[in-house]
């Protein structure tokens, strides 16, 4: 995140960062800084969905017994003299889960199709009993789609991984 | 009419039959990890198989996280296969519901007895 004007970030470490009533924690005190900026009630609808959606992966694929940084991170952030809303999800994958494969495949089709068709065509999987189990893998798109986010993703060396949304907020 | 009611934490289905009509209203907040036990049986059953028209309405249903919107998914899906009339309702007055909805009736569009109703005046907890 680029010189933030204002932020905050959540650390969640192991073993009871591991914990899956942390996202709702997150997601109000998300909403209470919301809030307490005057956000209009759809930017707040839109964090929730994007603070809901990338503590879960946070708490899911972060590598919570890896040698390298124990902390999975959540930043959220006004950039740009308020002109835009920044959160951010910081960790480290487990290995040999596929997730980043499964992440690429995520960018691809949002570049591709565009946010809207890349959730339909999701929805249309699961729909179809095509998900191949029993994960969503909806989040980034609800994210998109949903919230109005743009999304980006890092991968640095070895495992860590950062993943970027941004929302213009309205002037 | 009868009245029966469905709680799993944040999360109410009322089930009212009239005749052989059944309807389940969906409503709060559904963010559980897993399927809310005892909820499927609670709307496939006996008594959806043998009703001639299910209506499921959604509007006061004000979240679902990702997981349990697959579990939505699926139970829609399976309510469409039961041969009966199924009438959803929703409002596109909740995000969620609005993008949702509008896939999923893409999605089924080859069940002939699943129809979508927009309920656009409709907006969760003004009632």
């Given at each position: ?126 729909a ?44 | ?52 028209m299910l209506r499921l ?16 998914i699926?139970t829609i899906k399976a309510v469409s296969e039961l041969g009966t009339s199924v009438h959803i309702t929703y ?10 909805f509008?896939?999923l009736e893409g999605a089924l569009a080859h069940s002939a007895s699943l129809v979508f109703e ?10």
């Open positions: 995140m680029s010189d933030p004007h204002l932020s905050m970030t959540f650390e969640l470490r192991g073993p009871r960062g591991r914990d899956w009533s942390h996202v709702a924690k997150l997601r109000g005190a998300a909403e209470a800084l919301a809030r307490s900026l005057e956000l209009p009630a759809e930017v707040l609808t839109a964090i929730a969905v994007a603070v809901e959606e990338l503590a879960e992966n946070l708490i899911k694929y972060h590598h919570w017994e890896g040698q390298g940084d124990p902390c999975a991170r959540l930043t959220m952030g006004v950039v740009h003299e308020c002109a835009e809303l920044v959160i951010a999800s910081y960790s480290q994958l487990q290995p040999d889960r596929g997730h980043l494969e499964h992440l690429g495949s995520v960018f691809k089709s949002i570049e591709v199709h565009g946010p809207r068709e890349a959730y339909t065509r999701r929805i249309s999987e699961l179809a009993g095509e998900d191949g189990g029993q994960l969503a893998q909806l989040g980034l798109y609800r994210i998109a789609v949903e919230g109005g986010f743009t999304l980006a993703l890092e991968h640095a060396a070895g495992a860590d991984i950062t993943i970027t949304a941004t929302l213009p907020l309205p002037t | 009419m009868t009245h029966d009611v469905f709680e799993c934490d944040n999360l109410t289905v009322v089930r009212e039959q009239d005749g052989d009509t059944l309807r389940y209203v969906w409503r709060g907040v559904c963010d559980r990890r897993d399927a809310p036990p005892g909820l499927s049986e609670f709307i496939i059953n006996e008594e959806s198989r043998a009703a001639s309405d959604f509007t006061p249903l004000k979240f679902v996280n990702s997981r349990m919107l697959v579990f939505l699926r409002t596109s007055n909740v995000i969620f519901q609005s993008n949702l509008a896939a927009d309920r656009k005046s409709v907006t969760p907890g003004a009632a």
